[in-house]
């Protein structure tokens, strides 16, 4: 099996890089080695290589810039995009692209399943939702993965910004009217490495996220407990619960942005069991 991984430094595609089964061959490529937003380059690298499936972890994630900086957002997560499942095309290969909750509005207060109409409310997500559209209509074999509140070992996110917060302050205010569901990237990496792996490639939306759905100051309470159980130097921060009214940034976010992954569990053999946080968390902090 012959793998295009774009996107390779960030926190899913160091996950996918850690698990890919031994005898698969990878071409990983990061921001340096291949930009997805020069059409000929990556048309370029996908006909030198001629991957089975192009698995794209490559976005342009800051939220809040994207509000002011919505041409490279756009540029990075939907003619990126585009141009890698273009070039899947031209090869008869697949693409396998990653998406976000972000492109739904939250207003909605049930699981989101992939019937649900998007509407995304900031321009990240609007992005993002233009990068699926161009991809499913440049591309039939084409499988996009949502996803929500990614958490790793890796890179930037919620978990290693709390953390940090735990070895200096004592009080918090954290958003609560926000709910979602936070997805460890490692369990992300290996849904999509089944579904690479999967006799009848799937193709369409499908939904994936960790199994548990709380608040970001239900989230943060539980990582500075953990912490704090597991050492000393990390203080249990107390949480002060604010309303997103009351917290000033760039973007928009949904209120309630929690996928239902039925439908990808179903299609594995076995379903994806969420890795419990306090294993991240340890191995963050040993
Ligand atoms: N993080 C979340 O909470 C979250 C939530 C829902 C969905 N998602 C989606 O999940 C996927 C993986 O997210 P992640 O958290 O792993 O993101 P990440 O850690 O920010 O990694 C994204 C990677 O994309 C690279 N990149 C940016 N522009 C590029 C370009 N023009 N060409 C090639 N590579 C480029 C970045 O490289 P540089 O750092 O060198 O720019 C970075 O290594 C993304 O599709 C994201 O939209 C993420």
Known sequence: MRILLTGSQGQLGTCLKERFPEEWEIIACDSQTLDITDAQNVLNMV??????????AAAYTKVDAAETNSEQAFAVNATGTLNLAMAAKSIGGRLIHVSTEQVFDGHQQIPLNENMAPNPINVYGQSKLAGELLALHAHIDTAIVRTSWVYSEHGHNF???????????LKMRVVDDQ??????????????I?????KHS??????????????????????????AEKKQSYRQVSVERI???DYQCAAKRPAYGVLDSTTLNKLLDQPIVSTPLAHVIAKLID
């Open 47 to 56: 006909k030198t290589f001629e991957p089975k499936v192009i698995i794209n």
């Open 159 to 169: 978990v290693k910004v709390m953390l940090n917060k735990g070895l200096e302050m």
């Open 243 to 245: 309303r997103t009214a």
């Open 179 to 192: 709910i979602g569901c936070p997805t460890y990237a490692g369990d992300l990496a290996e849904a999509i």
């Open 194 to 198: 089944k579904l690479v792996q999967l």
């Open 202 to 227: 799937p193709r369409g939306l499908l939904h994936f996220a960790g199994d548990q759905q709380m608040s970001w100051a239900d989230f943060a309470h539980q990582i500075f407990t953990l912490a």
